[in-house]
């Protein structure tokens, strides 16, 4: 597998230091596989639960809008 085929890394998330105040820290890996699909996992972690849940509902309605084929119009 080449370097181009993988990429990983680190995110911080912040709402700049608003009312809410919440931080989470995103670990990413992501891999394209010979047959051009893309697989890997996020992790995100924070100190309350809230953004973590909110962020990971975010990404998997993201990924099944993806998934699923173009509707006919």
């Known amino acids: 597998m080449s370097g181009a085929d993988r990429i990983v890394g680190n995110g911080w998330l ?15 890996c992501l891999e394209k596989a010979p047959n ?14 809230g ?3 909110s ?9 099944k809008a993806e998934a699923q084929p173009a509707q006919a119009a």
């Open 55 to 63: 962020l990971g509902d975010k990404i998997t309605v993201s990924q």
């Open 36 to 49: 051009k699909k893309v697989t890997g996992h996020i992790r995100i972690r924070s100190k309350t639960q």
């Open 51 to 53: 953004i973590a849940l």
């Open 14 to 28: 912040g709402n700049g230091g608003g009312c809410i105040g919440e931080d989470a820290l995103a670990n990413v």
